[in-house]
C-alpha cells in the first residue's frame, strides 16, 4: 500500500536502516528522496536501493510530506536554516539526532509537526527498540498516524523528550558495547578446537540462555552471577565497569538536552 512521500536530510547508516526495514515489510511510499553533500554516500545508498531519488538539495528533500532530519547534531543548525523555507504547515518532521530538541527544531522550522526518535540498529530486522518523543500540540490522531507509519521499524515508544539522550546511550548504542566480544568468543572457541559453525552456535545460543537466566528468572543479578563458581576474567570486572562509567556517563554528559 502507498504512503507518505518521504525524504531524508542524511543518506548514512541509519537512512540505510530505516530503508532497509521498510523494504523488508514491503512498505511502499511514492516517492523517495535523499540527499546528502557525499556523493559516494549516495551512490552506495542508491545501489542498495535503487528507487530512491537522489536530490541534488536538503530543500529537495524537504519538500516531501515526511522529513527525516538524518544529520548529527553539529550539523543540525545549518540544516534548519537551508529548509526552513520550504517546510509548510503540512510537513512532518522527523528528527533523529540526540541533544538538539523539539523546541528548537519547532522554532527554527516554525511548525509544531516535529517527533524525534532515537532509532536502534535492529530496526534494519524490524526488531527495533526505538523511543519516540512528540511536540506537546501534537494530538492523540496524529501521534497514532506517525507511529502506524514506522510500525516496520519494530517496536517504537512514546517517552519524555528529556530521556531520550539516556535510550541513545543505553539502547541505541548498547550493541557496540557487546558485539566486538561475541566476535572475540567465537574466535576463542574457534582456538579451543571448535569448528565456525559450532563456534558460532554455541555463542548464540549461550547468549539467549544467559539474556534469560539473568532477566528471566526472578533471581537479583547477584544470585544469578553466583551460579558459576570459576570468573577467567574476573579480576578486570572492576576495570571494565570504570571504562563503561566514565565513557558512558561521560558521553550521555556531551549529548543530552
Known amino acids: 500500500m502507498k504512503t507518505k512521500t518521504i525524504g531524508f536530510i542524511g543518506g548514512g547508516r541509519i537512512t540505510k536502516i530505516f530503508l532497509q526495514a521498510f523494504k523488508n515489510k514491503k512498505v511502499v511510499f511514492e516517492n523517495v528522496k535523499v540527499f546528502d553533500p557525499n556523493s559516494e554516500t549516495l551512490s552506495a545508498l542508491q545501489n542498495l536501493f535503487p528507487d530512491i531519488e537522489v536530490a541534488d538539495s536538503a530543500q529537495a528533500a524537504a519538500k516531501q510530506q515526511l522529513v527525516v532530519l538524518a544529520v548529527h547534531p553539529p550539523v543540525m543548525a545549518e540544516t534548519l536554516t537551508a529548509i526552513k523555507d520550504v517546510v509548510t504547515e503540512d510537513t512532518q518532521v522527523l528528527s533523529l539526532a540526540p541533544k538538539v530538541t523539539i523546541e528548537k527544531i519547532a522554532g527554527a522550522l516554525g511548525t509544531s509537526k516535529v517527533v524525534r526518535m532515537i532509532p536502534n540498529a535492529t530496526s534494519f530486522i524490524n526488531k527495533g527498540y526505538n523511543p519516540v518523543a512528540f511536540h506537546p500540540e501534537t494530538d492523540k490522531k496524529a501521534q497514532k498516524s506517525f507511529m ?62 544467559s539474556h534469560a537466566i539473568f532477566f528471566k528468572s526472578g533471581m537479583s543479578a547477584d544470585e544469578v552471577k553466583d551460579l558459576i563458581p570459576v570468573k577467567p576474567i574476573g579480576d578486570a570486572e572492576e576495570q571494565i565497569k570504570e571504562i563503561y562509567e566514565t565513557k558512558l556517563l561521560g558521553l550521555y554528559e556531551k549529548i543530552k538536552a
Not at 183 to 196: C, H, K, P, Y
Open 148 to 209: 502506524k507509519l514506522v510500525k516496520a521499524l519494530g517496536k517504537n515508544f512514546e517517552v519524555e523528550e528529556n530521556k531520550l539522550e539516556g535510550y541513545a546511550i543505553v539502547s541505541a548504542m548498547l550493541p557496540t558495547y557487546f558485539w566486538f566480544q561475541w566476535e572475540e568468543m567465537i574466535r576463542v572457541a574457534v582456538a579451543t578446537g571448535l569448528d565456525e559453525k559450532e563456534a558460532k552456535k554455541a555463542v548464540e545460543a549461550t547468549l539467549k540462555k
